[in-house]
């Protein structure tokens, strides 16, 4: 199983300002890394894909790089929609996909 | 529009089976894989498995195999997981999700609801 560690658990960042989130894989996920977004009460949403790709209506503040095993995601200028909790996805290992365990990206 | 619309919320005791589902709508059913998403209570997700619904090919993550069931109706568009026997640590809420892309490389991309199941006596 590939095992996915996020980091910070918890991130406090002000509106404005910028937010970079991590994820870890424990092997290679190639490009098959994707980031979704969850509110409380709510389904996740998809962000990104394929590391770096916005999925449909996604604001530009919102990207994603990396390669290999280290991912991340990065908020340019947060909203206060932003703030919820997020998790990253790998969708390399067929059928033994995985997610992280989550950041949750709070007001300060 | 393209819709998952999944069952309503389940409270059951230890030992009943139970079988959830998960209506598409707004796209082309068949030809897309449907998944299952586990998240318990305060917890991450977690993903079940998934099933074709054009020729029924359905794959499960290991932590799940044997547990449940998927299954899928595709004259109704709908899918199905269920239980033969619940336990209290089945208490979650359960999301299908439509997934594109090609078998062994498939991304959940629209998602149902969620399905809210209790399991105590």
């Known amino acids: 199983e590939i095992v996915l560690t996020q980091s910070p658990a918890t991130l406090s960042v002000s509106p404005g300002d910028r937010a970079t989130l991590s994820c870890r894989a424990s092997q290679s996920v190639g490009g098959n890394l994707a980031w979704y977004q969850q509110k409380p009460g709510q389904a996740p949403r998809l962000l990104i894909y394929?590391?770096?790709s916005r999925a449909t209506g996604i604001p530009a503040r919102f990207s994603g790089s990396g390669s290999g095993t280290a991912f991340t995601l990065t908020i340019s200028s947060l909203q206060s929609e932003d703030f919820a909790v997020y998790f990253c996805?790998?969708?390399?290992?067929?059928?033994?996909?995985?997610f992280g365990q989550g950041t949750k990206l709070e007001i300060k | 529009e393209l819709q998952l619309v999944q069952s309503g919320v389940e409270v059951k005791k230890p030992g009943e089976s139970l079988r959830i589902s998960c209506k598409g709508s707004g796209y082309d059913f068949t030809n897309y894989w449907i998944g299952w998403v586990r998240q318990m209570p305060g917890k991450g997700l977690e993903w079940v498995g998934i099933i074709y619904p054009g020729d029924s090919d359905t794959r499960y993550s290991p932590s799940f195999q044997g547990q449940v069931t998927i299954s899928a109706d595709k004259s109704i568009s709908t899918a199905y997981l269920q239980w033969s026997s619940l336990k209290a640590s089945d208490t979650a809420t359960y999301y299908c999700?439509?997934?594109?892309?090609?078998?062994?490389?498939?991304?959940?991309?629209?998602w149902g609801q969620g399905t809210l199941i209790t399991v105590s006596s």
């Open positions: 996805h790998q969708y390399d290992n067929w059928p033994q996909y995985t």
């Open positions: 394929g590391v770096s």
């Open positions: 999700a439509r997934h594109v892309g090609m078998r062994g490389v498939v991304l959940a991309d629209y």
